[in-house]
């Protein structure tokens, strides 16, 4: 045998090691009982089955958002086996897809439902539903206020998610997971820009002459301060409607700047103070308009 042959053997032969052990190193990453089918239509894998830097970040987000679902999808009665899920925002429905794979798919005969206006990602992810067997997804080609009102859905949902949900698209998947008196919500804010145009058109007049206006003076800080206030606004009202809520982490900094993440369980019992504090929030800075919008009280 020559040593170009030999040699060409040898390079082969590594080649299909380092692609091996490429694909041992993502299979690790992977929860178990994850379709490699479904993460390469979703184009979170390669086609040969590889993740890039962008898909493992990605990844990552969803992933530990799932730990977060499916902790409180089991607390559901027999285990979240008949358990409604709504996302709304769901765009490429990522999030759906994933949790319907490792949870819904197996287990019972639960629902997920995936709300984007977009029609062509509803049906893109109505042919990827069909093409992988997930009977029981339904995409819905829906604003998130629609669909409070939509007869496509049921009168009650188990649990809310919203990852990412611009401005006050976030507010309207709060109204919806109140009015279908969801079990659990599991929100990820985005582009809160409703609260910090407020700000620059009242100023917060009954602030503005203290040092607190400091605090949106530079509009990069009117809006930062826009979208903390708006998601403390959100919490308050979820308290005030009966839920209990936690705030805090989706990923670490370095992933995404997007990065709060609020979890309401609802108990029902309805706090007054919440209430109180929210509207006293709403007045000092000269929001109180809002109460008879997104920060409806019961």
Known sequence: MSTFVKAAGAHKTAKVGKAAKAEADVLQELRPGQSIELLKELHILTREGRLNQDSRRKL???YHLFQFIEKQLRELPDGGAHATLADHGAGKSYLGFIVYDLFFKALGDGRVYGIETRAELVEKSRVLAAQLGFGRMS???????ESTESLALPDRIDMV???HACDTATDDAIAFGLAKQAAFMVLVPCCQAEVAACLRETKALSLSRTPLAELW???????????QLTNVLRCLLLEAHGYQVTVTELVGWEHSMKNELIIARRTGQF????AERLKGLLGEFGLSSLLETRFRLP
């Open 60 to 62: 990552k987000q969803v």
């Open 217 to 227: 003076r530079h509009p990069l800080h009117t809006r930062e301060i826009g979208s």
């Open 271 to 274: 706090k007054a103070s919440a």
């Open 139 to 145: 995409f819905l080609n829906l604003t998130v206020a």
């Open 161 to 163: 998610t919203a990852l």
